[in-house]
């Protein structure tokens, strides 16, 4: 069930921990489970098929897209070989929060 953007949010983005170099990382990952990814970023692309091959997109207006990992997602991404630890070290390393 998708969420709505009053529940996908328990706080604001501004009260995560930002990592010293975020600005140049395209994501953010949530406690909730969804990913944010700032289409801007010059690594869009890499983590755009890092993103479709691990979670289902939810929503994917201009500037940010919205995904969420599942138990379909992660079961299909390992189906392709991917690992947890390397399914959660190109989060952290994509990721613009703690």
């Excluded at 709505?4 to 949530?30: E, F, G, I, M």
């Excluded at 289409?39 to 500037?63: G, H, M, N, W």
């Amino acid at each position: 069930q998708m969420k709505s953007h009053n529940t996908l949010l328990s706080k604001p983005l501004s009260a995560l921990t930002l990592k010293p170099d975020h600005s140049s990382r395209p994501l953010w990952v949530l406690p909730t489970g969804s990913i944010l990814l700032d289409t801007s970023s010059p690594i869009y692309s890499t983590a755009y098929d890092f993103l479709v091959t691990i979670s289902e997109p939810q929503s994917r207006p201009t500037y940010i897209h919205e995904y969420l990992l599942t138990p379909y997602s992660l079961y299909a991404a390992a189906a392709v070989n991917f690992t947890e630890k390397g399914i959660v070290t190109t989060l952290e390393k994509f990721s613009k929060t703690e």
